[in-house]
């Protein structure tokens, strides 16, 4: 097994194309999960394979808010633990609610928001919010740069766009002007994988409310039309929800929603979390309306 250390985004992508098969590593935290658990194999001494380790190409650690264009550009290496303390915090306040779920601190400090994307796992934390956020992904490989909403780019359990020969160079992410929140149940508080997750982001200068749902679905499920419900109800100029709006909210989202009975929860107990999440969201977007 040969492993490669690039020190540049440059020299990552060269050792990519001279090596199809290779294995991209990250923080390493769901790939040596997969390792231990012999999902994938890496026999040694010597099989031929190529990993290819990310940790040390700055470009894809670093981070850049365009002012302009109101966005937030996360180069792939960016971690959980650095979305979840200011500034990211406060520009994609959402992300940082996610992120301060995933795992534990030494987990967050190695763990990345690309690894977590090109996982796709129906659980990962940071997915819900990138589609609710209408986030793009710009995937970069010797023969250029392609970019796609990252909700085009999950194309069910863990089953994403990526071609060989490509990384996920980046994600860009809307800055938005309005309250933007994530729910997660799971079994206990802490440490935990969610069972169901929901993502409300609002934009009050376009009257835009947008709902993703995590943990549902084979992967993330937006839900066009609570979000257009809500739109229609919520009083923009008091930012207030009515109770009962908020409760039909959480109604529209959950029937959205296709959970499955499996050993984290029933499809039934998924369904009423995913309600009582969205309606909570909703009236903490929009406080102050009759409760
Ligand atoms: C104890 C524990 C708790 C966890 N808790 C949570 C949790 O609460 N919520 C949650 O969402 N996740 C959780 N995870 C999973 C994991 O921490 C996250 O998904 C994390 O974001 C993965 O990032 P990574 O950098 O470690 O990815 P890696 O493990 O390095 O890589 C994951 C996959 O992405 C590929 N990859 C990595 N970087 C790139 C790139 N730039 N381009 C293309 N492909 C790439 C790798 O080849 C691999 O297939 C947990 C894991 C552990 C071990």
Same mark, same amino acid.
């Given at each position: 097994? /040969?492993?490669?250390?690039?020190?540049? @985004?440059?020299?990552? !992508?060269?050792?990519?194309?001279?090596?199809?098969?290779?294995?991209?590593l990250a923080g390493g935290t769901d790939l040596m999960v997969e390792v231990n658990e012999?999902?994938?194999?890496?026999?040694?001494?010597?099989?031929?394979?190529?990993?290819?380790a990310l940790h040390r %190409?700055?470009?894809?650690a670093?981070?850049?808010?365009?002012?302009?264009?109101?966005?937030?550009?996360?180069?792939?290496g960016v971690t959980w633990a650095t979305i979840e303390q200011?500034?990211l915090r406060?520009?994609?306040?959402?992300l940082a609610e996610a992120a301060r779920t995933v795992g534990s601190p030494q987990i967050r400090n190695a763990g990345t928001v690309g690894g977590n994307?090109?996982t796709?796992s129906?659980a990962g934390d940071g997915?819900?919010?990138?589609?609710?956020?209408?986030?793009?992904?710009?995937?970069?490989?010797?023969?250029?740069? &392609?970019?796609?909403? %990252?909700?085009?780019?999950?194309?069910?359990?863990?089953?994403?766009?990526?071609?060989?020969?490509?990384?996920?160079?980046? $994600? /860009?992410?809307?800055?938005?002007?309005?309250?933007? *929140?994530?729910?997660k149940?799971g079994?206990r508080n802490a440490m935990v994988i969610a069972?169901?997750?929901?993502?409300? =982001?609002?934009?009050?200068?376009?009257?835009? $409310?947008? !709902?993703?749902?995590?943990?549902?679905?084979?992967? %993330?499920?937006?839900?066009?039309?609570?979000?257009?419900?809500?739109?229609?109800?919520?009083?923009?100029?008091?930012? /207030?929800?009515?109770? *009962?709006?908020?409760?039909?909210?959480?109604?529209?989202?959950? =029937?959205?929603?296709?959970? $499955?009975?499996?050993?984290?929860?029933?499809?039934?107990?998924?369904?009423?979390?995913?309600?009582?999440?969205?309606? &909570? @969201?909703?009236? &903490?977007?929009?406080? *102050?309306?009759?409760?």
């Amino acid at each position: 097994m /040969t492993v490669l250390v690039p020190t540049s @985004l440059d020299e990552a !992508i060269a050792g990519l194309a001279a090596n199809g098969g290779a294995t991209l590593l990250a923080g390493g935290t769901d790939l040596m999960v997969e390792v231990n658990e012999g999902h994938r194999h890496f026999p040694w001494p010597d099989d031929g394979a190529t990993i290819i380790a990310l940790h040390r %190409v700055p470009e894809l650690a670093t981070w850049t808010y365009d002012v302009p264009a109101a966005t937030v550009v996360l180069g792939a290496g960016v971690t959980w633990a650095t979305i979840e303390q200011p500034p990211l915090r406060d520009l994609v306040p959402a992300l940082a609610e996610a992120a301060r779920t995933v795992g534990s601190p030494q987990i967050r400090n190695a763990g990345t928001v690309g690894g977590n994307l090109a996982t796709c796992s129906p659980a990962g934390d940071g997915l819900p919010v990138l589609a609710a956020l209408d986030a793009d992904v710009t995937l970069l490989s010797a023969g250029g740069r &392609r970019t796609m909403p %990252v909700r085009d780019f999950m194309l069910g359990v863990k089953r994403t766009a990526l071609q060989p020969g490509e990384l996920i160079e980046s $994600i /860009t992410v809307p800055v938005l002007q309005g309250w933007q *929140g994530y729910s997660k149940v799971g079994v206990r508080n802490a440490m935990v994988i969610a069972t169901a997750s929901a993502c409300v =982001a609002t934009d009050v200068p376009s009257r835009s $409310i947008r !709902i993703a749902l995590g943990s549902v679905a084979p992967t %993330v499920v937006r839900c066009p039309v609570a979000e257009q419900f809500a739109v229609e109800r919520v009083d923009w100029d008091a930012l /207030t929800v009515d109770a *009962g709006d908020a409760v039909e909210f959480g109604r529209l989202a959950a =029937a959205a929603s296709r959970p $499955i009975d499996d050993h984290r929860s029933s499809a039934e107990y998924r369904r009423h979390a995913v309600a009582v999440m969205a309606q &909570r @969201l909703l009236q &903490r977007a929009f406080p *102050g309306g009759e409760r």
